[in-house]
């Protein structure tokens, strides 16, 4: 997948890869969730007490604050940063009854890093990437609990919502079980 950010640098899965292939050590960030546990957000910046939890629903009611923890990593020196989609995909999102909006919160989760991401390759030139981060949700093939028919499709809803908002790769990430990955 090739893209070309605001200054005008191409940036794609294959430029990711050959930075790792030359001995480019690349790091990448992490803990977005617990970084978004340092803001004191409310309920209400969640969209209320339903979605409680839903780290998602922060992508569409507070992208500042989702970018402001981008900015967080870049600043300490990451090439990579992940996207806020740990669970943004249907099956996750179905406990607060909003699988539906699995696509559009994934490509805003996606669209913010990339913002994010252009801003800083922008005001130095380095190359960065934005990795889109697929969580394992919190239903299992290997233990019965979703087919993985089922599990493919969501994931597939997330990976295109990824990929259209902006992530140059697709990060598949915390899985305990291979045969879920």
């Known amino acids: 997948m090739e893209k070309t950010d605001a200054s005008g640098q191409r940036q794609t899965m294959s430029a990711y890869l050959d930075a790792v292939e030359s001995g480019q050590i690349m790091i990448l960030d992490g803990a977005t969730g617990t970084t978004l546990q340092r803001f004191g957000l409310s309920l209400d910046d969640f969209g209320g007490p339903s979605f409680e939890g839903c780290n998602e629903m922060l992508n569409v009611?507070?992208?500042?604050?989702?970018?402001?923890?981008?900015?967080?990593?870049?600043?300490?020196?990451?090439?990579?940063?992940?996207?806020?989609?740990f669970g943004a995909f249907p099956v996750p999102l179905a406990e607060y009854d909003i699988a539906e909006?699995?696509?559009?919160?994934?490509?805003?989760?996606?669209?913010?890093a990339r913002r994010v991401t252009d801003e800083y390759i922008e005001a130095d030139g380095r190359r960065r990437f934005v990795a889109g981060s697929m969580g394992p949700g919190t239903k299992f093939a290997s233990?019965?609990?979703?087919?993985?028919?089922?599990l493919r499709d969501g994931y597939e809803i997330e990976?295109?919502?990824?990929?259209?908002?902006?992530?140059?790769?697709?990060?598949?990430?915390?899985?305990?079980?291979?045969?879920?990955?």
């Open 101 to 112: 909006r699995a696509y559009e919160l994934a490509a805003a989760g996606a669209a913010i």
């Open 159 to 181: 990976a295109a919502g990824l990929l259209d908002g902006g992530a140059d790769l697709l990060l598949v990430e915390t899985q305990f079980d291979l045969l879920g990955a």
């Open 143 to 150: 233990l019965g609990q979703i087919s993985y028919a089922d």
């Open 61 to 85: 009611l507070r992208p500042d604050v989702v970018a402001d923890v981008h900015r967080s990593f870049f600043d300490v020196g990451v090439d990579t940063t992940e996207t806020n989609t």
